[in-house]
């Protein structure tokens, strides 16, 4: 994991085929990443994956699934509740079951402040 990445509270991150996750990168509320899943068509029902590499600035929004084997690239964005189910290209933004492109992102290179904030007072 990259320097002022943050991973929020609730993710579940399933890290048997590795994970990497690159700089001021935020994972929100309840997202999901596996990098292994059952092969349906395996006649033992057995397993299947890859690692997940998660580039530069991007932001993947609350309850987003992330499948196994995907690259997210720098500074994509992936909307709240998408699937990922193929990689997504830098500087975009996905959404939707399956995701799917949305529009482009401006290249913003910004350092994420990571220290606790009380958002309340």
Request: hydrophobic content about 40%; overall charge positive.
């Amino acid at each position: 994991m990259g320097h002022n990445s943050v991973i929020n509270d609730h993710a579940r991150i399933d890290a048997r085929n590795g994970i990497t996750i690159g700089n001021n990168v935020d994972v929100g509320t309840e997202v999901k990443i596996f990098t292994v899943e059952h092969d349906t068509e395996s006649p033992t029902f057995g397993v299947k994956g890859g690692p997940v590499v998660i580039e530069d600035w991007v932001y993947i929004g609350s309850a987003a699934t992330i499948l196994p084997g995907i690259t997210i690239g720098e500074g994509a964005v992936v909307a709240c509740g998408a699937v990922v189910t193929k990689n997504v290209e830098p500087w975009t933004m996905v959404g939707g079951i399956p995701a799917k492109f949305i529009k482009k992102r401006p290249q913003v290179k910004y350092t994420q402040n990571t220290k606790k904030k009380n958002l309340w007072q």
